[in-house]
């Protein structure tokens, strides 16, 4: 039988509340999670150290290891799942300290079946969205993002070179040919350039050209021949050598990375 990737962890010391969610999220599921269960603080943490998973359902009170000792044992785990805790009445204090260990959401016992599915799909979609982030922090080249939000403290002369280097990325393009855009002479823009962006033209040129691969890479379907002539480089040959000496992995294994999430990119 085979799963979605995405997994769902409930646990719960009481059987009939732990079977009831698990029952009511199956059916809800229809296949698209993988839904697993537990009796104690322990095993699930022992469950989540084991694989992936995206969302973590716990009662904040279990004998031994409680689902606060389990949430906090996630506190420094960059690859936590979203949280939601359950708790009786007379436990709000305990979902407080949930709460500010980072559960998204808490569900008092009885639990309402329509509650759950509300809290479930919202916690889902907050963990996509961290993905989602996750995802882009490891696309950014921190430089070139850092240049983007300076660029009102540059000269117009290297905004102009900016520009069109951004707009030629896929043509062969020389420090006098931008230079010659932004109406300077090659030495003086080499050092005006290196002056305000603090990075050599070469170096931008090459943080821009490996930044464009990335977002191509992603976000196209395009072939790894394609993505190289795209971003600038004479022959697939050379894009490949270049990409993987910058990102320690091939241009096709980031991909492939990239696409299954950003977890996996070292």
Do not use: C
Request: hydrophobic share 40%.
């Amino acid at each position: 039988m085979s799963f979605s990737s995405k997994t769902i962890v409930i646990v719960d010391d009481e059987q009939r509340t732990r079977q009831g969610i698990h029952q009511t999220l199956e059916q809800w599921a229809a296949g698209k999670y993988r839904i697993m269960t537990s009796g104690n603080g322990l095993e699930a943490l022992h469950m989540l150290q084991a694989e992936k998973v995206h969302l973590l359902i716990t009662d904040v009170r279990l004998p031994e290891f409680s689902g606060l000792d389990l949430i906090r044992s996630l506190e420094r785990d960059s690859h936590r799942p979203a949280i939601i805790v359950i708790s009786g009445y007379a436990e709000f204090d305990y979902v407080q300290q949930a709460l500010r260990l980072g559960a998204v959401n808490y569900l008092l016992k009885p639990i309402d079946k329509q509650e759950l599915l509300n809290a479930v799909n919202e916690a889902l979609q907050l963990e996509e969205e961290r993905q989602r982030y996750m995802k882009l922090d490891k696309l950014a080249d921190p430089v070139l993002l850092e240049l983007d939000l300076q660029a009102t403290t540059l000269s117009d002369p290297v905004r102009r070179a900016f520009t069109f280097m951004a707009e030629h990325l896929h043509e062969p393009i020389t420090m006098a040919q931008t230079a010659a855009h932004s109406h300077l002479n090659a030495s003086y823009f080499s050092v005006l350039f290196k002056e305000q962006s603090g990075l050599s033209f070469s170096e931008y040129l090459h943080r821009l050209r490996i930044q464009r691969a990335k977002e191509l890479l992603l976000h196209t379907q395009l072939t790894i021949a394609q993505i190289g002539e795209r971003s600038g480089y004479r022959t697939d040959k050379y894009f490949i050598k270049v990409f993987k000496a910058t990102e320690g992995v091939s241009p096709s294994r980031y991909r492939q990375q990239m696409r299954k999430g950003p977890e996996n990119i070292d």
